[in-house]
């Protein structure tokens, strides 16, 4: 079974940094997906960043990217310019591409505190 | 394009009772999944539908089941309360069964039991 771990139950930043948050995962597969959920108090998850496994390139949207490092099974997520907007609850998750279906496997969740 | 829908909201029930929670996909989304939110358990597959068929199911007791209709809205439905069973529960919806499809998720039925 895949596992997910996010080591940081908590981290803050000042507004206008950068901040990273780190996921670990582990799988047997070769095909899957990796996310970054934000989950801020209103409890609407949102979609934030994606990344295919066979795709080498990291994934960027905006002032979010990822450093996907398959062999370490690492997939950290760095917030550029940090906005008070970003404060929430941030959660890794995994989705297998070989199995059928659109489970996610979540890791424990970030918080993240942004400071003004 | 109106997001997922989840109703009601907020649920309060006693230890004991059965409780049925729906979801509205977004519209043309054929797939729904549950999850359950704790404190403690995080967040947990409960399952999933596509074209009102189970497709995946996560390890939970019996007592948690669910359905799809035809308009592809679900309901899932949890007999004989428990405490444990507090949580909120998330459903999402997207186009089809996994590969490349984005899953967007509704706000939440936030369930308490006493």
């Known amino acids: 079974a895949q596992t997910v771990t996010q080591s940081q139950p908590e981290m803050s930043v000042q507004e206008a940094e950068t901040v990273t948050l780190s996921c670990t995962y582990d799988?047997?597969?070769?095909?899957?997906?990796l996310f970054w959920y934000k989950q801020p108090p209103s409890r609407q998850m949102i979609l934030v960043i994606r990344q295919e496994a066979y795709k080498q390139q990291n994934a960027t949207e905006n002032r979010f990217s990822v450093n996907f490092q398959k062999a370490a099974k690492s997939f950290s997520l760095k917030i550029s310019d940090s906005q008070l907007g970003d404060a929430a609850m941030y959660f890794c998750?995994?989705?297998?591409?070989?199995?059928?279906?659109?489970?996610?496997?979540f890791g424990e969740g970030t918080q993240l505190t942004v400071n003004p | 394009k109106a997001g997922v829908t989840q109703t009601p909201r907020y649920l309060i029930k006693t230890r004991g009772q059965q409780v049925t929670l729906s979801c509205s996909p977004i519209?043309?989304?054929?797939?729904v999944s549950w999850y359950q939110q704790t404190p403690g358990q995080g967040l947990q597959f409960l399952f999933e539908?596509?074209?009102?068929?189970?497709?995946n199911k996560g390890n939970f007791p019996g007592r948690f089941s669910g359905r799809q209709f035809s308009n592809s809205r679900s309901e899932m439905n949890v007999s004989t309360l428990e405490l444990g069973d507090s949580a909120l529960y998330l459903c999402?919806?997207?186009?089809?069964?996994?590969?490349?499809?984005?899953?967007?998720f509704g706000p939440g039925t936030r369930l308490t039991v006493l």
């Open positions: 999402a919806s997207s186009t089809a069964s996994g590969g490349h499809n984005e899953q967007f």
């Open positions: 519209s043309g989304h054929r797939s």
């Open positions: 799988t047997s597969e070769s095909d899957y997906y």
């Open positions: 998750a995994y989705r297998s591409g070989e199995t059928s279906g659109s489970r996610l496997t």
């Open positions: 539908y596509f074209s009102e068929t189970q497709r």
